[in-house]
């Protein structure tokens, strides 16, 4: 328990499915805490009441914005099988509930069947050759401190002042302090890469998350993970950003889709 | 109400959040009714709980198999708000819950904001020059008596009993009987087509879903929709399905994701 995710996503147990926990503001996009790292502190409750060893799949309507501070998680078990279990997981603040989560949870490294990818990794120069999007970047997130990120310059027009054609981004990404990613990193490491339409935009701009869904496919590898996010179709300011997570063997290791909005000016 | 979708997904509400419905046999797939029929069905329910006009997305998680018949349905309303409201559907058949939905919903005629479509509508032959995919054919399920499919010939070798090496499909749907299609008739289009990975396999077995979320991004026009399916990566047997709907004046109406598994042989 020496790295901070671990510690920021750690939650005291109640009773049955009455969990604590503390929302540190250290993985905040402004003063809210990353809608990533809530859902990953939704599915370590969940984890531990399914007393599953891995994440498969999460999916979080955000209800209402959160703050830093102490949160009170309430885990219904909704299924316990041999191949998947289930749980619906409420994160609320003061009574009031702010993200609600459905999460399957079961063993990764038992699932055997068929393979295909009809897709490989995304091509990107090295990390040392991609744009460091760090803190000191003017109006960069307090979340960044928490990870290396690189963006491929190919896709950050934004980050120069400059206004792109494109809403893809591409990146490296790991913990800052060489945490090993999980699943559990998956679906926090699925919210941290600045909007898709940034770039498009030219601006950069508060889009709330309405639902994040992560499918864990498979254990990552220790090192940096890279990550593409597409947007194809921005409807009256909603767009969908698809992500896909790849370890540093080149092996698909999540999927991840998100509904956000580009809020009115 | 004269339209069969209306009929079996009317619910008859006994309390607050409390609604008891049928499952009809007449959506089966083999003995089970389609999973995005049942999610159609909880998407009504919150719809009346919440008293919104439109569905604008919503995720079902499976947790058992389901069967034609009596059902209970508990909305719990997670939000009222201006611009959406959510809400949680327990679908239960004999006490034991089968379907957990999260939904949120709004007015899809008042949103406006920026529109940006890097993709058009997928190029496919004619609804008559499709091939009329009928209950006729051996093994076709039950549930495509209630819709019209025409599958564009190039995404069909599975149907010919031939293997292709795609894991795409693009098709026409309506209802048999005329019904208009609108959100809860997306939330269902999102599951009709056959599996992707048919075509790739070679073979037509069940490949249960874990989850299934659709966005509905407009009012679809009247008339038919195109869909397209694609699946760019299977690992150990879990696949994804993403899903495009087009209605006919050309305009995206919904995007889906699924994530289904090719049980072991």
């Known amino acids: 328990m020496s790295h901070r995710f671990d510690h920021d996503t750690t939650t005291r147990r109640l009773s049955d499915g009455e969990h604590e ?5 250290a993985w905040n996009i402004g003063p809210v805490p990353n809608g990533g ?3 990953a502190l939704s599915c370590r409750a969940a984890l531990v009441e399914l007393g599953a060893p891995d994440l498969v799949n999460v999916t979080s309507y955000f209800v209402g914005a959160s703050a830093p501070g102490p949160t ?10 041999r191949s998947n279990s289930m749980a619906s997981v409420s994160l609320a603040q003061g009574g009031r509930e702010r993200v609600r989560s459905l999460v399957a949870a ?20 090295a990390p040392e050759r991609c744009l460091h999007l760090s803190p000191a970047v003017t109006s960069a997130p307090e979340v960044l401190r928490q990870v290396e990120l690189r963006l491929d310059p190919a896709t950050a027009a934004f980050a120069r002042g ?7 981004l591409r990146g490296w990404l790991r913990f800052a302090d060489g945490r090993p990613a999980d699943g559990l990193a998956l679906a926090f490491f699925a919210d941290v890469l600045p909007p898709t339409v940034f770039n498009h935009l ?8 309405l639902e ?4 864990v496919r498979r254990r990552p590898a220790p090192g940096w993970v890279r990550l ?9 300011g909603h767009f969908e950003e698809d992500g896909e997570i790849w370890d540093e063997r080149g092996e698909l290791v999540a999927l991840s889709r998100q509904r956000a909005m580009i809020l009115g000016e």
């Open 228 to 236: 593409r996010m597409v947007t194809r179709h921005v409807s009256a």
């Open 162 to 168: 400059e206004r792109g054609a494109a809403t893809e």
């Open 106 to 125: 079961g063993d990764l490294g038992a699932l055997t069947g068929l393979e295909l990818h009809h897709e490989g990794p995304p091509e990107m120069p």
């Open 21 to 25: 926990a503390e929302l540190a503001a």
């Open 212 to 215: 994040l869904t992560t499918q």
């Open 37 to 39: 790292y809530q859902a």
């Open 202 to 209: 030219g601006v950069m701009r508060w889009v709330p998350t």
């Open 72 to 81: 009170r998680l309430r885990v219904e078990v909704l299924k316990r099988g």
